[in-house]
């Protein structure tokens, strides 16, 4: 496994040349020349929102595998790792990709922010109908001719369209999904399962998962720890320590899927000092032995 991909390992990769004084970048699909057809699993230094036309793909995070074909608008982040497939060879549409330079305080405290389009949790990949998929399409295509100007203000005209192209998205979103919290326990547990997937993905054998105890997330957040937990469950429904395992089962299972390190290895950088106690873990959040899950899923 490869560590963080830079915004400047992104135009490499591509073949397109890198300008390190911008921070907003666009372009149509098919007039960006790739090497291969597989990107690493791995987490990006940036963000990137992706109109899919025409293609079929395979996007895969850690924990699921999504099919896309034909239209799909794609959300990521850097706090988010993931591959993704080209199927088809011909693959027509548009993406966007800037750096936190780019997010302004509006991006970042606006109600479009604050959905669950960039968090952690939420819907990042989402199938417009024909209507929204024109206006998007409009969008990107504003977006285009913006970038290629010398308007004095074009980041902030190019910042609104990012806006708006949030908010068609977010018109796609179920209504509860879409509310926006505001409460100390919202905050809390945002900033809990921010720093839980601050962790992931481990790209190293000497890498270690550190904090993975309620009680030292809430050291971390200075907050008691009984407050923590409740807060987690009031508005996640799990436990803190529910959601700790899982997270440290998905990562288990995509370096078992991702990696040739053997369960002790495995085990060790997810904070388990011996593979035994790794092995009982795994197979207690999974119903199935490290081994046998590499096995099934290689075949």
């Given at each position: 496994?490869?560590?963080?991909e830079?915004?400047?390992g992104?135009?490499?990769?591509?073949?397109?040349?890198?300008?390190a004084?911008?921070?907003?970048?666009?372009?149509?699909?098919?007039?960006?020349?790739?090497?291969s057809n597989?990107?690493p699993?791995?987490r990006?230094d940036?963000?990137?929102?992706?109109?899919?036309?025409?293609?079929?793909?395979?996007?895969?995070?850690?924990?699921?595998?999504?099919?896309?074909?034909n239209?799909?608008?794609?959300f990521s982040?850097?706090?988010?790792?993931?591959?993704?497939?080209?199927?088809?060879e011909?693959q027509?549409?548009?993406?966007c990709?800037?750096?936190?330079?780019?997010?302004?305080h509006?991006?970042?405290?606006?109600?479009?922010a604050?959905?669950?389009?960039?968090?952690?949790?939420?819907d990042?990949?989402?199938?417009?109908?024909?209507?929204?998929?024109e206006?998007?399409?409009?969008?990107?295509?504003?977006?285009?001719?913006?970038?290629?100007?010398?308007?004095?203000?074009?980041?902030?005209v190019?910042?609104?369209?990012v806006?708006?192209?949030?908010?068609e998205?977010?018109?796609?979103?179920p209504?509860?999904?879409?509310?926006?919290?505001?409460?100390?326990?919202?905050?809390?547990?945002?900033?809990?399962?921010?720093l839980?997937?601050?962790q992931?993905p481990?790209?190293?054998?000497?890498?270690?998962?550190r904090?993975?105890s309620?009680a030292?997330?809430?050291?971390?957040?200075?907050?008691?720890?009984?407050y923590?937990?409740?807060?987690?469950?009031t508005?996640?429904g799990?436990?803190?320590?529910?959601l700790?395992?899982?997270h440290l089962?998905?990562?288990a299972?995509s370096?078992l899927?991702?990696?040739?390190?053997n369960?002790?290895?495995?085990g060790?950088?997810?904070?388990?000092?011996h593979?035994?106690?790794?092995n009982?873990f795994?197979?207690?959040?999974?119903g199935e032995?490290?081994?046998?899950?590499?096995?099934?899923?290689?075949?």
């Amino acid at each position: 496994m490869k560590s963080h991909e830079s915004i400047s390992g992104f135009f490499r990769r591509r073949g397109k040349a890198y300008d390190a004084f911008d921070s907003f970048y666009i372009y149509r699909m098919q007039d960006v020349s790739s090497l291969s057809n597989r990107s690493p699993f791995e987490r990006r230094d940036y963000y990137k929102i992706s109109l899919l036309l025409e293609g079929e793909s395979i996007l895969t995070y850690a924990d699921r595998t999504i099919p896309v074909n034909n239209t799909a608008i794609v959300f990521s982040n850097p706090m988010i790792p993931y591959a993704w497939q080209r199927i088809s060879e011909k693959q027509t549409g548009y993406f966007c990709l800037f750096t936190e330079q780019f997010v302004s305080h509006r991006l970042k405290q606006e109600s479009p922010a604050a959905s669950s389009l960039f968090k952690v949790q939420g819907d990042h990949v989402l199938f417009p109908g024909k209507a929204a998929t024109e206006r998007m399409t409009g969008i990107f295509e504003m977006m285009m001719k913006e970038a290629e100007g010398d308007y004095k203000y074009k980041q902030d005209v190019l910042t609104n369209y990012v806006v708006l192209l949030m908010h068609e998205a977010l018109k796609l979103v179920p209504p509860e999904n879409t509310y926006v919290r505001t409460t100390s326990a919202d905050r809390v547990t945002e900033l809990f399962l921010e720093l839980l997937a601050r962790q992931f993905p481990i790209t190293a054998v000497h890498d270690r998962i550190r904090i993975r105890s309620a009680a030292a997330f809430a050291a971390q957040l200075s907050v008691h720890v009984n407050y923590l937990n409740k807060s987690v469950k009031t508005i996640t429904g799990k436990t803190t320590t529910t959601l700790i395992a899982e997270h440290l089962a998905k990562e288990a299972q995509s370096l078992l899927l991702h990696t040739n390190w053997n369960a002790a290895e495995i085990g060790y950088c997810i904070g388990f000092g011996h593979a035994a106690n790794f092995n009982i873990f795994f197979r207690k959040m999974t119903g199935e032995t490290p081994g046998h899950f590499r096995e099934r899923n290689n075949r």
